[in-house]
């Protein structure tokens, strides 16, 4: 029987890859089952419903996001505690902190159903377009509260050392969307709304399973209890966690950015060929996200102990394992641009080589964006929220923004595709300078 791996373990490569690889696997096939989504709604719907998806995701995400600041912060504030000693606290913060991403959710989705035309109007969508967006928007909110469970919980479950209970959530409800999405769109031709009840589905599935199992007594180190109120945990956790907040908000801003810009230059056909680049961006991407998710409860636990050696060692190894990754990705999405766009608009030849062409030059920013992801990340599992939200803002929204509003007017659309390659190119520049300045502090180099 394979040995139980625990967060106060020395993390050799083979150790280190064992226990993030469910981490990463979740966060893949979340990504593929986004991707089967949009596969469905291009083939089965149109290029109108497809676009208006992509359109008014951005928001959907921002409405979500406080799940990742609530899972990030709070992963990194109890594993520091179990790392001290505490049990008995960090069971306590744990149920408080479940008790406030219900109510956060119940609270946003209702408000974001009331107004959710405006804000698709302010955006700029209209006509055909426009009235998909609500049918869309309305339906996935109602799942909000248990979007935001699984959001949290992909990141607890590891600190509980059950990083396995994340991917096998995630597969479940990621099946159930992708059987939901056959069901209603092919055969019961429900169109955009059958998109939108099967990501429904599979989100209510995927906050209620791990509910359930750390309500119930539970072989984890953590456990749903009576919660008690400590306003500064909460505090702790909001502002260590902003940085994936700030990160996943910027991200869909800068997404509704690019679609603005997308319209102007390109029509829908460029918001279509976005929002297929991005389909295949988030597998990619994933793969850095699920490590961060995976190694952060470890390197609080080590920082918690004051075991510095641990860290240095866990940074190094950390750092070997991205950079080998990154050039991987990169190789393999420059040879893989034109038959992964022809997946979901293939039956358009104009609109898939738009695709083609602007994968091919979003994918240099996979070269960098491994290590500034993993840095955020990392500051926020030393429980330096600030630092990982200077990182995430730089990075989401003022490189990207910045580069998104100035490129195209110097190279048009071939700009917009580019920004990306330059706003994390800046990002890893910053990255670095903070691993520098920060080394004697935590002791990590």
Known sequence: MEQTIQLSDHFGYRRLIRFTIPSILMMIFTSIYG???????????????????NFIMPFLMITGAM???????GSALIAKIMGEGKKEKAQKIFSLLIMATIICGIVIGAISIIFLRPVAVFLGARGEMLEE????????????????????????AVTAEKPKLGLIVTVTAGVINMVGDALFMAVFQWGIAGAA????????VGGIIPLIYFVRKNTSRLRI???EWDGRALLR??????????????????????????MKYAGEDGVAAYGTIMYVNFIFIAIFIGYATGVAPVISYHYG??????????????????????ALMFGISELMAKPLAGIFVGYDAALLEMTAHGFSIYAVSFIFAGIAIFGSAFFTALNDGLTSAVISFLRTLLFECASVMILPLILGLNGIWCSIVVAEFMAVVVTLIFLVVKRKKYGYW
Do not use: H
């Not at 967006?133 to 799942?143: H, K, P």
């Not at 004051?306 to 190094?316: A, M, W």
């Open 35 to 53: 991707v089967v989504d949009g596969f469905f709604v291009s083939n089965f719907v149109g290029k109108t419903s497809f676009a208006a998806v």
């Open 67 to 73: 799940g990742f600041m609530f899972g990030t912060g």
């Open 133 to 156: 967006c609500i049918i869309y928007g309305r339906i996935i909110l109602v799942a909000l509260p248990f979007l935001m469970l699984q959001y949290a919980f992909s990141s607890l």
């Open 197 to 204: 009840m099967a990501s429904a589905l599979g989100q209510i």
């Open 225 to 227: 209890v009576r919660p």
């Open 237 to 262: 956790i909001c502002t260590n966690g902003c940085s994936e907040l700030m990160s996943n908000i910027s991200m869909s801003v800068v997404g509704m950015l690019y679609n603005t810009q997308l």
């Open 305 to 326: 102990a004051g075991n510095t050696k641990e860290l240095k060692s866990l940074l190094k190894k950390s750092s070997a394992l991205i950079l080998i990754s990154s």
